[in-house]
């Protein structure tokens, strides 16, 4: 992504939104960002679930990723 370009990343915890965030791109064109999930639950973890967590730059679709915590 280029410098300041406005992206939002969606959170969801079994198809229902958890939690979702606006920023502005503050890195290089081919840099990453790490965003760390962990203390989201508020120092007791995140809940049982399935997870979808959806990156967006402006209305479109840039990634997705999936994960499970418990059962």
Known sequence: MNPDVRFTRYLYNNGKEWLSRSLF???SVNGSICWHIY????????????????????????????FKIGW
Request: no cysteine; glycine share 22%; charged share 20%.
């Open 25 to 27: 791109w503050e890195h």
């Open 39 to 66: 203390w989201l639950g508020g120092g007791k973890g995140l809940p049982a679930g399935n997870w979808d967590l959806k990156l967006f730059t402006g209305s479109e679709l840039a990634q997705i990723g999936k």
